[in-house]
């Protein structure tokens, strides 16, 4: 069951707690994700499935930390 969903319109899944990491993917508004982890300002993402996940900014998933 997906705890989290994307709010920003689009935002870039990256490979660590940081924009000056990799980008690994991109995820849009509404895609349901789980969070696995918070550091700082960045939350670690896992989709559902298990297969992907990566770090986006706090600010752009909702249900995640407050």
Same mark, same amino acid.
């Given at each position: *069951? %997906?705890?989290?969903?994307?709010?920003? @319109?689009?935002?870039?899944?990256? @490979?660590?707690?940081? @924009? *000056?990491?990799?980008?690994?993917?991109? /995820?849009?508004?509404?895609?349901?994700?789980?969070?696995?982890?918070?550091? &700082?300002?960045?939350?670690?993402?896992?989709? %559902?499935?298990?297969? /992907?996940?990566?770090?986006?900014?706090?600010?752009?998933?909702? &249900?995640?930390?407050?």
């Amino acid at each position: *069951q %997906p705890e989290g969903v994307v709010v920003a @319109s689009e935002v870039d899944v990256t @490979s660590g707690p940081g @924009s *000056q990491y990799v980008t690994e993917f991109t /995820l849009h508004s509404g895609a349901e994700v789980n969070p696995v982890e918070t550091r &700082g300002s960045w939350v670690r993402l896992a989709l %559902p499935g298990g297969e /992907l996940e990566g770090w986006v900014p706090a600010d752009a998933v909702e &249900g995640v930390g407050g």
